[in-house]
């Protein structure tokens, strides 16, 4: 049998020493009529045959073609280096840093994780990462409304709709109420803020793809004494002003963009960076720095008192494990990029978005609104989001996150472009919408 | 914090020199990015990431590696983890699928998603549940899925308001009580009673109409099995509870006996524990909730569904508890242990179990053989608890073991139990290994016996030794402290 390495021998002396006559014996405590119940599970296949089956089904993917699609997760360059170094054995097969002494690797590269995360953001501290950037954000609210002992949140309608989808989950649970900033022009607009508000929660660019006028909804979150959390692309920070910046006091988001593959939406994780005066609230796994009996400088798992294995019910989150290996990768991957090739990263993807959006509108599409824009923007389409994507699918292009409803915008999509994205997939994708009717000449326009 | 020396081992921000680099995007001349961006959105100074040549690179990340314990190195047998060995075609899998971008066509995702329903198919079976969601990124996750979705069940039959209350073991883990806690309840801890199990008296008393649910793992956190769990079952379900299966034991009972026909309503899986996804040194993990049909409508979205056009996400689930993540799920980790399922059938799964189950019997008769106390001393199931002899502490046991090149057990857990060992050495290790560990355990005892020094100063041949781990908390260093001021103040 594959993987147990058991000869009958084995099973015998074991046995043996064990006083018992038979592994089945072993369950003898079992209720007896519920014992070895008759399972409907497919037959077991060797090596060659599972290899082949999953070839089969994955011949029914199609992730090959020029891709613009965003909303949430994107591709971007990895260089062969990154996986190759993250997905080292030792790695993949550790589990927690329970024993320091022998888990120095992982507890050094998560440390050197939490410089560039901070780095990034521009706040003192980050965790050592989440399950991804939608409970991320939750955890955020939940701390906002910890810390300023407040029951509501604000958050913007540009926070992409499944992250506020989760945010809906995690704070009903606790009857913390939630109101929805309606944007404006494709813009969150500076609201009033009531001073029962635990936090503001903005995402910059938002899902439209807009830029946020974060300095100005940050002031006016602390004018009501709440918290500003801003849910962020972390490869855009490479350009735009850091949330430290703008006094933002936790930064969160998904890091799937700085080096995992997109992976049908998982796993990425999620980061959570806060200022200083928030450490004692912050959920999850924390790594630090010490000295050995030698003096040696080392590092560990610490201010564990905040955590569900020491607290139990007190506990500021339920959350045990991190996403530490995928944490990894961004932490490799932005080693092997540096801060220049992070830069050519996120200038060529802004590039390239502008580029694609000239294009269209010289083609007579209607790309919503004149608010900036990073590397993704809104297209005002004919038809559903979500037919027009697969219009385009049939093409082989792969573009159109479908907009809902709930923006008032009718029928649009949102388009990213990436530093992965050649002139000739712009090209391509200009082909692919005339020739499904979505360009002007064909009629578009009802903006 | 003291300056680096040149025996600590150094952080890559320690190896950058200005203008190396190892990896290069493809190259755009950059445009104009105050004219498109705004000026007032870009940041003053670049983040202070590392600047290091290619091979720089490789060589502090394998360095790192080599510097981390793992199980394709040697033994792990922490007890509630489940160290089985991950084997490497998982890998091979799961890359066939990577590049699928979640907001595709589905019907440009026809074979993963075929391949994720017959997975929630495949779970369903094998803990005997009438649907599945695949949202939940760990364990703790799919605890927090479980029972939010019990409390909606208690509030759409309009007894929301009145069960407040979620009952623990008080041998539980620590992310039930944390869970519960998260979904708004309080929580009560069950006495064990002397066998190790759940105190039936106690628990009958707890039981009440304010009680929502009850958290229960089986076999539990002292590696018995809850011999009683039929009638358990029956009391909880008279009182109008719920019964939460805590799915991190599910390695010694798999494809044996299954949560749903013990009379649970809701179970997780840590497909990283039982299905083998590589724990990742913390993780990614993976959490799929199962559920009778009585709590379907409950379920997170998406769900994929089976239709005549093909497979597809489905958000329509009547009462759901909405989302719990982006996306679908931890795809990667859902591919692997799906290969893993395909691999070995029902019968290699029930002869998983089975051999679980015998290694760590095989190993407790040799542990005790060796010097070490059992302190519920019968047959256990997939792990057992242990404790050294008297005036011997399990810290200094566990150090000492790293010099011999193994890993300890999980020690400190359950709390139940004074200087508790938990041990799940898996159906993975060999006998030779787990003899091994039992004579190095044993050695170990005989030169504490000799020698009153060792055991305080162990380990001695790691790559760093006992930490001050009260100076890392009092004065918390979290991040490097570079020479200059902070460039990252936008």
Same mark, same amino acid.
């Given at each position: ?389 697969? $219009? !385009? @699918?049939?093409? #082989?292009?792969? /573009? +159109?996150?479908? &907009? *809902? ?26 082909? $692919? !919408? @005339?020739?499904? #009717?979505?360009? /002007? +000449?064909?009629? &578009? *326009?009802?903006? | ?490």
């Amino acid at each position: 049998m594959p993987y147990l390495p058991h000869s009958e021998e084995d099973v015998r002396r074991a046995l043996e020493t064990i006083g018992v006559e038979s592994v089945d014996a072993l369950f003898d405590e079992l209720p007896a009529s519920l014992r070895n119940p008759d399972i409907d599970l497919p037959p077991a296949m060797d090596e060659t045959r599972l290899l082949a089956h999953l070839r089969s089904l994955a011949a029914h993917d199609r992730p090959e073609g020029p891709n613009f699609l965003g909303g949430g997760m994107r591709r971007h360059f990895i260089p062969s280096v990154t996986p190759h170094l993250a997905l080292q054995s030792e790695f993949v097969t550790a589990y927690t840093p329970y024993q320091p002494e022998v888990a120095q690797g992982i507890l050094q590269a998560t440390f050197e994780y939490q410089t560039m995360m901070s780095e990034l953001t521009g706040l003192a501290v980050s965790n050592a990462s989440m399950y991804d950037g939608a409970t991320a954000t939750a955890e955020a609210a939940l701390l906002a409304a910890r810390q300023t002992r407040r029951e509501r949140v604000l958050v913007s309608r540009g926070v992409h709709p499944e992250t506020r989808a989760v945010l809906g989950t995690y704070l009903e649970a606790l009857d913390i109420r939630i109101d929805t900033l309606d944007l404006e022009t494709l813009a969150t607009p500076v609201p009033m803020v009531d001073h029962d508000v635990a936090c503001v929660i903005v995402q910059q660019p938002n899902f439209l793809g807009s830029l946020e006028a974060m300095p100005a909804l940050t002031e006016a979150a602390h004018a009501a004494g709440a918290l500003m959390v801003a849910v962020v692309d972390p490869l855009s920070l490479a350009l735009l002003k850091p949330p430290g910046a703008y006094g933002a006091d936790i930064a969160v988001g998904d890091g799937q963009t700085l080096g995992n593959p997109t992976a049908y939406g998982g796993p990425s994780f999620g980061f959570m960076v806060v200022a200083s005066a928030l450490l004692r609230q912050l959920p999850g796994r924390l790594v630090g720095e010490t000295v050995d009996v030698d003096g040696r400088r080392a590092f560990v798992l610490t201010l564990q008192a905040r955590e569900q294995h020491i607290r139990r019910s007190k506990a500021k989150s339920n959350i045990c494990s991190n996403h530490q290996l995928t944490a990894l990768m961004a932490t490799v991957n932005l080693a092997a990029l540096g801060p220049q090739g992070l830069r050519e990263a996120a200038a060529g993807s802004v590039r390239q978005a502008h580029r694609l959006a000239d294009r269209l509108r010289d083609e007579g599409a209607d790309v919503a609104g004149e608010a900036r824009f990073f590397n993704e923007f809104t297209l005002r389409t004919r038809r559903s989001g979500s037919d027009v994507r697969s $219009a !385009l @699918a049939e093409r #082989g292009v792969h /573009a +159109g996150v479908p &907009v *809902g409803s709930e923006y008032g915008l009718g029928n649009a999509v949102v388009l990213a472009a990436t530093e992965l994205v050649s002139d000739d997939d712009i090209e391509a994708l200009v082909a $692919a !919408l @005339a020739t499904v #009717g979505e360009l /002007a +000449g064909s009629g &578009v *326009g009802h903006g | 914090m003291a300056e680096a020396t040149s025996r600590d081992f150094p952080l890559i921000f320690e190896r950058s020199r200005p203008g190396r680099r190892a990896a290069r995007p493809p190259r755009f001349d950059e445009p104009d990015l105050a004219l498109l961006l705004g000026e007032d959105q870009l940041r003053d100074a670049p983040p202070r990431l590392p600047e290091v040549s290619e091979l720089d690179l490789v060589r502090h990340f394998t360095q790192l590696a080599h510097r981390q314990f793992s199980i394709d190195g040697n033994v792990y047998p922490l007890g509630s983890c489940t160290m089985k060995y991950n084997p490497k075609v998982h890998e091979e899998a799961a890359r066939l699928f990577q590049d699928l971008h979640p907001q595709q066509a589905p019907e440009t995702a026809q074979g993963t998603l075929r391949l994720l329903y017959e997975l929630q198919r495949d779970l369903g079976a094998l803990t005997g549940m009438d649907a599945v969601s695949l949202q939940p990124a760990a364990g703790a996750h799919g605890e927090l899925t479980g029972i939010l979705m019990i409390r909606a069940y208690h509030r759409a039959r309009g007894e929301g308001e009145q069960r407040r209350v979620v009952l623990v073991p008080d041998g539980a883990h620590g992310t039930n009580p944390a869970t519960a806690a998260m979904a708004g309840y309080r929580v009560v801890e069950i006495p064990s009673d002397d066998r190790g199990e759940v105190d039936l008296e106690a628990f009958t008393r707890a039981l009440g109409p304010e009680v929502a649910a009850v958290m229960l793992t089986n076999p539990n956190t002292v590696g018995v099995f809850e011999t009683r769990i039929l009638e358990i079952a029956r009391r909880a379900h008279e009182a109008g509870a719920q019964l939460y299966y805590d799915g991190a034991n599910l390695n010694a009972i798999v494809g044996r006996v299954r949560p749903g026909d013990m009379g649970f309503d809701v179970v997780h899986l840590n497909l990283h524990k039982t299905f083998t996804t590589p724990h990742g040194g913390g993780g990614p993990g993976t959490g799929p909730v199962g559920v009778k049909a009585h709590l379907a409508e409950f379920l997170p979205v998406p769900l994929v569904v089976d239709e005549e056009q093909g497979y597809r996400l489905s958000e329509d689930v009547p009462s759901s508890i909405g989302r719990m993540r982006s996306f679908v799920g931890n795809v990667g980790n859902l591919i692997r242990a799906y290969a893993y399922i395909r691999t070995l059938g029902l019968e290699g799964l029930r002869r998983v179990s089975g051999h679980a189950v015998l290694n760590a019997n095989y190993l407790r008769v040799r542990m005790q053989q060796a010097g070490y106390t059992i302190p519920f001393d019968r047959l256990n199931m997939h792990e057992f608890v242990a404790r050294p002899p008297e005036g011997v502490h399990t810290l200094d046991v566990a150090k000492a073991l790293l010099d011999e090149g193994m890993h300890p057990m999980t020690v400190y857990f359950p709390l139940i139990v004074k200087e508790a060992m938990m041990v799940e050495p898996t159906e993975t290790e060999s006998l030779e290994t787990l003899d091994a560990y039992a004579e190095a355990l044993g050695a170990i005892l005989e030169r504490a016996a000799e020698d009153d020094g060792y055991l305080p100063g162990a380990p001695y041949h790691t790559p760093v030794r006992r930490l001050d781990e009260v100076r890392a908390a009092r004065q918390p260093v979290l991040s490097y402290a570079f020479d200059e001021e902070p460039g990252s103040s936008g």
